[in-house]
């Protein structure tokens, strides 16, 4: 590695690595386990289906352990410490990335969103070499690490990299829709996939759409014109899943009442195995609303005063064994009196 290159990677405050064994010397694991993992992946991915809302499948290839291990080092002292565009709303650090990406639409009026397809699997291992090589790291490292984020020549939904690395591939693509849309007076932001743009001038996004297609195409990436969709006050507005109307964001209504249905039923059946799916969607939603924590917590303490649990010892005792938060008050049995004159 040439002095020049240790003083970028020095300046970025990315380690300084030179060759092969140098990264094992980083990772801390032997030479014999980095060949294994760079040059054998097809040993290290399991693949994962996850169903979608539309009833289609979402294919995830997931590393193993020791990949992955690999992969998060990679991603906390190389990859997060390069800047994002401004525009990049999901996986950034210390961002709330579904709120502040609402917050930034809210006040306009019109809305226009777009989806690009097969978003991580267009991304080539090539574009990856390419990015190592920007950062400062000579061609057999910048090989080396781009052959570890990557799987099949192309970026894998599943490795923990990928996000990162995608929002750090889109830097250009952001810049240019960023310098177009601002010029227009148009507001620009994109979670992963999902292009987003508002303005109060309706014709001004409908005369957009087109070219934005140009620059995606342009970068190598194709737009899903089945999800491309115009949106206005007039209908229920949302953005990522958060609804935006009346310039304030929110979750979906349906959303918040099918959780308080899931904490009621598990009360009543006893059943408490989704404590942590719960536990995740108050956090989610807590993170857009604040306070509804709080709420849900006042919510849970005036259920478990009601008889029909209450009354039921079983109940009671499962409650007590499985609250989802420390601080919520202990059922108390109350034992049902029978009316003698019945």
């Not at 930034?104 to 809305?111: G, V, Y």
Request: charged share 25%.
């Amino acid at each position: 590695m040439n002095i020049g290159n240790s003083v970028v990677l020095n300046t970025l405050g990315v380690p300084v690595i030179n060759s092969f064994e140098h990264l094992c010397e980083q990772l801390s694991i032997t030479e014999q386990l980095l060949y294994y993992l760079t040059y054998k992946k097809e040993y290290c991915y399991f693949q994962k289906v996850i169903p979608k809302k539309d009833k289609t499948e979402r294919i995830l290839n997931v590393p193993n352990l020791s990949l992955k291990v690999v992969q998060k080092w990679i991603l906390k002292e190389i990859l997060e410490k390069i800047f994002v565009s401004e525009q990049a709303m999901a996986f950034v650090p210390n961002k709330n990335g579904l709120r502040e990406n609402a917050e930034r639409h809210k006040k306009n009026i019109f809305l226009l969103e777009m989806d690009i397809t097969n978003f991580f699997g267009t991304i080539t291992e090539q574009q990856v070499y390419t990015l190592f090589c920007n950062i400062g790291y000579n061609s057999k490292v910048a090989g080396i690490l781009a052959n570890l984020c990557t799987y099949n020549n192309y970026l894998p939904q599943g490795a923990v990299t990928s996000p990162y690395i995608a929002n750090l591939v889109c830097y250009h693509m952001d810049a240019r829709i960023n310098g177009y849309c601002s010029r227009k007076d148009i507001v620009y932001t994109r979670y992963a996939d999902d292009l987003t743009f508002s303005s109060d001038n309706r014709m001004l996004l409908n005369k957009i759409e087109k070219f934005i297609k140009y620059i995606v195409t342009d970068e190598g990436f194709t737009i899903n014109d089945k999800k491309t969709r115009y949106l206005s006050n007039d209908v229920k507005k949302t953005v990522t899943g958060i609804t935006i109307n009346d310039d304030s964001i929110h979750v979906d209504k349906k959303f918040k009442r099918d959780l308080r249905a899931q904490i009621y039923c598990s009360i009543k059946l006893k059943d408490y195995q989704n404590n942590s799916q719960i536990l995740g969607k108050i956090a989610y939603v807590n993170s857009i609303e604040k306070g509804f924590r709080d709420k849900i917590i006042r919510y849970i303490t005036n259920l478990i005063t009601r008889t029909e649990f209450a009354g039921n010892i079983d109940v009671v005792n499962a409650f007590n064994d499985n609250k989802l938060f420390a601080e919520l008050p202990d059922m108390v049995f109350e034992e049902v009196c029978e009316n003698p004159f019945e």
